[in-house]
């Protein structure tokens, strides 16, 4: 499949794949979610991607979806658009495959990050965004409420008051302070956010695949496990772990004094 809306690149163990309508500050449509659920599945089935970067061209990272997209517009006499069925269609399964994903993904937010766009940065495992980015929970300003699941990872982050006063005030949160708030990992000058990316991204590419992949499940459980449920899930995380040829290799390289060679299995 040819990508108009996207780019995607896979090298040296690294899937980047870029949101590509700088002119719509990268906004979604209808055409770039197949773009994005195409590339994810080839990311999923590669064997050679070990960590996905995802980012946005331009000036901005996302402004969310594109209000201008055909899907959205109200209909000859009134009819309105059905947004349960874009959910459903779109953002849900966007979510879920990077939920899903076999390789741990990073957020690249290099601006801009509104409404759905800061939902899927937030959907991410990690994410770094520059100091001049911002995120904005624009939902309340056409009368919807937070989702590409900003109801979930909002509260979850930063506690319901945060989460409550963002989504109904509808105020930027810039990076610096997102990060202070825990609800991203990273908050880093401009100039060097493209090296810190760059890092991140050949460290997560050379690390053990399955135990970050286990970590984030396990990780995604807790909120809704019992601490006896928890605790039996990381028991059996950790005897499927512990038999792992990364494992065996983790302890040699300790023992050896050495660097590990983690093959991701």
């Not at 495992?125 to 980015?133: C, E, M, N, P």
Request: net charge negative; glycine share 8%; aromatic share 6%.
């Amino acid at each position: 499949m040819s990508y108009e809306n996207i780019q995607l690149d896979i090298r040296d163990g690294i899937a980047r794949l870029t949101l590509h309508r700088p002119d719509k500050l990268n906004s979604f449509t209808e055409a770039m979610h197949a773009e994005l659920r195409d590339a994810l599945d080839r990311v999923h089935t590669d064997g050679t991607a070990r960590v996905l970067v995802l980012t946005g061209a331009g000036r901005g990272f996302c402004a969310g979806q594109d209000l201008a997209d055909r899907g959205l517009q109200i209909a000859a006499g009134g009819r309105p658009p059905n947004l349960g069925d874009t959910v459903e269609n779109n953002y849900k399964p966007l979510v879920l495959r990077l939920a899903n994903l076999r390789v741990p993904t990073l957020a690249a937010v290099n601006g801009i990050a509104a409404g759905a766009g800061a939902s899927l940065a937030l959907a991410c495992d990690l994410v770094i965004a520059t100091r001049s980015a911002y995120f904005l929970q624009a939902f309340s300003k056409v009368g919807l409420i937070p989702d590409t699941g900003g109801t979930w990872f909002l509260p979850q982050r930063i506690g319901m008051a945060r989460a409550m006063g963002l989504a109904l005030l509808a105020e930027k949160l810039p990076a610096a302070q997102a990060a202070e708030w825990g609800l991203i990992w990273q908050c880093v000058a401009d100039e060097e956010f493209a090296a810190t990316i760059e890092q991140t991204a050949a460290y997560l590419a050379a690390a053990p695949t399955k135990a970050l992949l286990r970590t984030r499940q396990a990780m995604h459980a807790a909120p809704t496990h019992t601490l006896e449920q928890q605790l039996s899930m990381e028991g059996s995380f950790m005897r499927e772990l512990g038999a792992s040829p990364d494992y065996a290799e983790g302890v040699a390289a300790f023992l050896e004094k050495r660097a590990p060679r983690f093959t991701g299995e």
